[in-house]
């Protein structure tokens, strides 16, 4: 099986632009959560996606949205870049939102704004 | 915020020793999960452990979780160059609306040295 794809894997943008990140998850899995890694502060929760609804979100200002398909893979959009949007985004996947399965990630999206 | 804090921050041993790391928590959890980071990569699941349960056991791998302490160790025994890489805990847990949540504490940085 194919693992959790992430795409693109590097991106420059400048302030005040906006980016779209795609995630492709492994087949059959139909949630989707999105992470933000920064060296500051770690690995922060962004929002899960289940089924095209949010179902959870994490504390950040709503510049942050993102969306999921019908064949499950799932797309997050930053609007109004910062600089401290800069950040390893990372997707991760598993088959259901039960809270007993482990999610798998994909290698992520290097984000840098200039 | 941070709901896991990893212990050391940082740890070097050489090759074939054994590695200890340790990760604490502040609230009740519904399970205790740790991954491995390689620079630049994603994250990938080692164990998985539940509230019920107290270790865990996956080849070279070995989990305890203490829920009266809120805490939890991983041990790799035998360490390989390979084993070098960022570990993270990670706890879900209840965050209302019938959702639950996975955070994750800033990791160990682990050198094995060959």
């Known amino acids: ?114 | 915020s941070q709901q896991g804090e990893e212990d050391p921050q940082a740890l070097s041993i050489q090759e074939g020793e054994n590695a200890t790391m340790n990760c604490s928590y502040k609230t009740s959890i519904n399970n205790l999960q740790w991954y491995r980071q390689n620079s630049g990569r994603g994250l990938v699941h080692l164990i998985l452990i539940r509230s019920n349960e107290r270790e865990k056991h996956s080849g070279r791998l070995r989990v305890t979780l203490d829920t009266s302490k809120k805490s939890s160790s991983l041990l790799i025994t035998a360490s390989r160059a390979a084993d070098t890489a960022s570990y993270f805990c990670a706890t879900r847990a209840y965050s209302g609306a019938g959702s639950y949540q996975l955070t994750f504490g800033k990791g160990t940085k682990l050198s094995v040295i060959p």
């Not at chain 1, 770690?42 to 019908?70: A, W």
């Not at chain 1, 401290?84 to 985004?89: K, P």
Request: aromatic share 10%; hydrophobic share 25%; charged share 15%.
């Open chain 1, 1 to 114: 099986k194919a693992g959790v794809t992430q795409t693109p894997r590097y991106l420059i943008k400048t302030r005040g632009q906006q980016v779209t990140l795609s995630c492709s998850p492994i087949s059959g899995h139909r949630s989707v959560s999105w992470y933000q890694q920064t060296p500051g502060q770690g690995l922060q929760f962004l929002f899960e996606y289940f089924s095209e609804t949010q179902r959870n979100k994490g504390n950040f200002p709503g510049r942050f949205s993102g969306r999921q398909f019908s064949n499950s893979r799932s797309e997050m959009n930053v609007s109004t870049l910062e600089l401290g949007d800069s950040a390893l985004y990372l997707c991760a996947s598993r088959p259901q939102t039960d809270s007993n399965q482990p999610q798998h990630f994909g290698d992520g999206t290097r984000l840098s704004i200039l």
